[in-house]
């Protein structure tokens, strides 16, 4: 695996998505190449930023049944 690819597949690594035959010569490149290295942190460092830092919002039960009863083949469901 190169760096390129690595770019392409670090969002998958840290979503716990990757297919098992990539992770290995993943985790190999990164062990060896700095550059990627430094880019994983960053990755993960902001990863926990926005987790840490991102409010789930969800939109007023009124507004959410109006929402959900204009959709011509739903009903509004139930309280959650």
Same mark, same amino acid.
């Given at each position: 695996?190169?760096c390129?690819?690595v770019s392409?597949?670090?969002?998958?690594?840290f $979503?716990n998505?990757?297919?098992?035959? !990539?992770l290995t010569p993943? @985790?190999?490149h990164?062990?060896?190449c700095? #550059?990627?290295a %430094?880019r994983? $942190?960053?990755?993960?460092?902001?990863? !926990?930023?926005v987790?840490e @830092?991102?409010?789930?919002?969800?939109a007023? #039960?009124?507004l %959410?049944l109006?929402?959900l009863?204009?959709f011509?083949?739903?009903?509004?469901?139930?309280p959650h």
């Amino acid at each position: 695996m190169d760096c390129k690819e690595v770019s392409t597949v670090l969002f998958l690594f840290f $979503d716990n998505e990757m297919e098992d035959d !990539l992770l290995t010569p993943f @985790r190999d490149h990164v062990a060896l190449c700095g #550059e990627c290295a %430094r880019r994983m $942190d960053y990755t993960r460092k902001l990863l !926990l930023v926005v987790r840490e @830092r991102c409010i789930r919002c969800t939109a007023p #039960e009124g507004l %959410r049944l109006r929402i959900l009863t204009n959709f011509p083949h739903r009903t509004a469901p139930g309280p959650h």
